[in-house]
Structures are given as structure tokens and as C-alpha cells.
């Protein structure tokens, strides 16, 4: 079975605080790894795709990186805009009973303090 | 451009009640429509999916279902809501797993 594990569930930083999000997961066979950002009450909101070990993609103070087994999300820098809920989310390579149906994590409540 | 409605907002309904969420998109022909929940303390859980015209599939044995009579408009239903049936639905298009997600709809069942 598909299972995404996401840490800390909570994380208040400073603002100006860098830290990292962590998302780890098992899947048969991976064919992406998501990260969406979702504010309160609201649809999540697509940020990145990474599809194999070593990748990276930038957005702003946002960074992905993707392992064999977990990506990481850093944030440098962080604002206060940048609090929300950040979503880790895997396609598995099997999905075609699925139609590319994704497997969330519970997410990781960020809150930037300023 | 592509944009996703969804509605009501947010919905109250009893215990034993029908149900019928709508969501409609816009700019795109022929997307996966998805329906999604999210229950609080848990993750996004894939409810249906749908590649075309009355073409659904169910990821959970579940008290819901759904249809899509138009090219792009996927339709959430119950006939008899229970309690469990609680939370944030959300409508979804997309493909390989970029997805772009309604607003929601936050049913409470009491």
C-alpha cells in the first residue's frame, strides 16, 4: 500500500527562520512527487513536480528536493505570506486503475511569525 | 485560461438527507475530473474519478456517488447523508498528477 509520512505536523517559525519540511514515503514505483500549498478553507494550490532522486526545483524562498525515499521542502527566508498548510503527494507508477489519482500526506502546518 | 467552480460554499444538512455537490470547468476539453475529501486529522482521500461522459470509477466503498453527464461537470451524491459523510469535499481536473483544485465545500452533517 501507497503511504505518504509528512513531519513536522506543525512548525512555527520566525520570520527570516529557515527550515525544512520532510515528506517520506514507500510506493510501487514512483512516478512523481508533489508539493501543494494549501491556506485555510481553501483548494490546494500546485507548487512542484520532481520525478527522480536527485531532482530540484526552486520557486521563490521554496526548494524541493527529492530522494529514494523522501523529498524535502526548504524554506529560506520565510515570510509571513508563506504560512499555510504544505501538502506531499506521490503517483505511483501502478496508478493505471487510478487514473493518476494522487496519495497525500497529512501535510505540515507552517505559521511564519513575524 | 483554465478555471474550476465549485458550489455551495459550505452546507449543513441532517442526518438522512440527499446530497448533490456540482463542479464545472472551464478552458479545457476532456480533463480527469477528481473528487476528493478531506476529513479532519487526515489527508486528501480520492473519492472518484473520472476520465469522460459517464465514465466513473470509486477508489472507497463509500455511501456517495457521482456522475459526469457533460464533458465538464462532475457531480458528487448521496442519497441518505450519514455523520461520517462530514468534511471538505473537493473537485479536481487535471493530468499525471498536476492537479487544480475547486474551492471546496465544507458539509457538515448533524
Known amino acids: 500500500e501507497d503511504q505518504v509520512t509528512q513531519s513536522p505536523e506543525a512548525l512555527r517559525l520566525q520570520e527570516g527562520e529557515s527550515s525544512s519540511l520532510n515528506c517520506s514515503y514507500t510506493?510501487?514505483?514512483?512516478?512523481?512527487l508533489f508539493w501543494y500549498r494549501q491556506d485555510p478553507g481553501k483548494g490546494p494550490e500546485f507548487l512542484f513536480t520532481?520525478?527522480?532522486a536527485g531532482e530540484e526545483k526552486e520557486k521563490e524562498r521554496l526548494k524541493a528536493t527529492l530522494t529514494k525515499k523522501e523529498s524535502f521542502l526548504h524554506i529560506t527566508a520565510p515570510k509571513p505570506e508563506d504560512s499555510a498548510t504544505y501538502l506531499c503527494a506521490v503517483l505511483p507508477g501502478d496508478s493505471g486503475g487510478g487514473a493518476d489519482g494522487l496519495t497525500f500526506g497529512k501535510g505540515t502546518h507552517l505559521i511564519i511569525q513575524p | 485560461s483554465q478555471t474550476i467552480h465549485q458550489w455551495p460554499a459550505t452546507l449543513v444538512q441532517p442526518v438522512g438527507s440527499p446530497l448533490s455537490l456540482e463542479c464545472t470547468v472551464e478552458g479545457t476539453s476532456n480533463p480527469n475530473l477528481y473528487w476528493y475529501r478531506q476529513a479532519a486529522g487526515r489527508g486528501l482521500q480520492l473519492l472518484f474519478y473520472?476520465?469522460?461522459?459517464?465514465?466513473i470509477s470509486s477508489e472507497v466503498p463509500q455511501n456517495l456517488s457521482a456522475s459526469r453527464p457533460q464533458d465538464r461537470q462532475f457531480i458528487l451524491s448521496s442519497k441518505k447523508l450519514l455523520l461520517s459523510d462530514s468534511g471538505f469535499y473537493l473537485c479536481?481536473?487535471?493530468?499525471?498528477?498536476?492537479?487544480?483544485f475547486g474551492s471546496g465545500t465544507q458539509l457538515s452533517v448533524l
Open positions: 479536481a481536473w487535471g493530468r499525471v498528477g498536476k492537479l487544480f
Open positions: 473520472s476520465v469522460g461522459i459517464g465514465q
Open positions: 520532481l520525478y527522480s
Open positions: 510506493v510501487s514505483g514512483l512516478r512523481g
